[in-house]
């Protein structure tokens, strides 16, 4: 009997240490055994070929240095727009033309006209008479003020007729001058058109 019960232990403790290895080769590798990612260490080589996260500094452009053109400047018409007036003497001429002041100081001029002995006739309307601007030594300046008939009402229009008798268009008639004295000056006065109206505009 006490054979028979040791024999039995020994089975057992056989059939336990066989149990035991299968059990230990089943158990699942230990984690620790698989390197952690998070302790992985890069290649002393890899910290040169990061790429930087700031732009090449050769392709920066500058506003100072940049080639691009800028754009005009537009702009705006005034609303108002102010005349701008150039001076009395400032006369825009074309190549080859020159300008003189040839006489000054008449009272508000009208009409001209050139008379049968080449000079220079003026309606001077400010002052109710015609007057003469002879230039006989042809400097391109007049020679001074003549004149030739006075006491007219606000003659404006004048002009010379074949036989050499001046018509002067007055307010509110039109009248004839001739039969000149030596110096030049009518002696005659003759109505010819009488009566117009002296309403709206004045100048005939």
């Known amino acids: 009997m006490c054979g028979e019960r040791t024999t039995m232990v020994v089975v057992v403790l056989i059939a336990l240490l066989v149990s035991g290895c299968r059990l230990q080769s089943d158990l699942p590798v230990p984690a620790s055994v698989t390197p952690a990612p998070e302790t992985e260490q890069p290649p002393a080589s890899t910290p040169t070929a990061v790429p930087t996260t700031e732009p ?8 100072t240095t940049t080639s691009v053109p800028a754009e005009p400047e537009v702009t705006e018409p005034s609303p108002n727009p102010t005349r701008v007036v150039p001076p009395a003497d400032a006369v825009d001429l074309p190549a080859g033309f020159g ?3 040839f006489e000054s100081g008449l009272r508000d001029p009208r ?12 309606a001077e309307r400010g002052a109710g008479r015609i007057v003469r601007l002879p ?3 042809s400097d391109g300046v007049s020679d001074g003020l003549e004149v030739v008939f006075s006491g007219l009402n606000a003659p404006s229009s004048i002009a010379f007729y074949a036989d050499g008798s001046l018509y ?16 030049g000056a009518f002696t005659l006065r003759e109505v ?11 100048t005939r």
């Open 56 to 63: 090449p500094t050769s392709t920066t452009l500058s506003p």
């Open 99 to 101: 300008i003189s002041v």
């Open 111 to 122: 009409m001209m006209a050139v008379g049968p002995d080449g000079q220079l006739y003026v």
């Open 135 to 137: 230039d006989r030594d």
């Open 168 to 183: 002067v268009g007055e307010t509110t008639r039109v009248v004839r001058l001739s039969e000149p004295d030596a110096d």
């Open 192 to 202: 010819i058109v009488d009566g117009l109206p002296s309403g709206g505009h004045s």
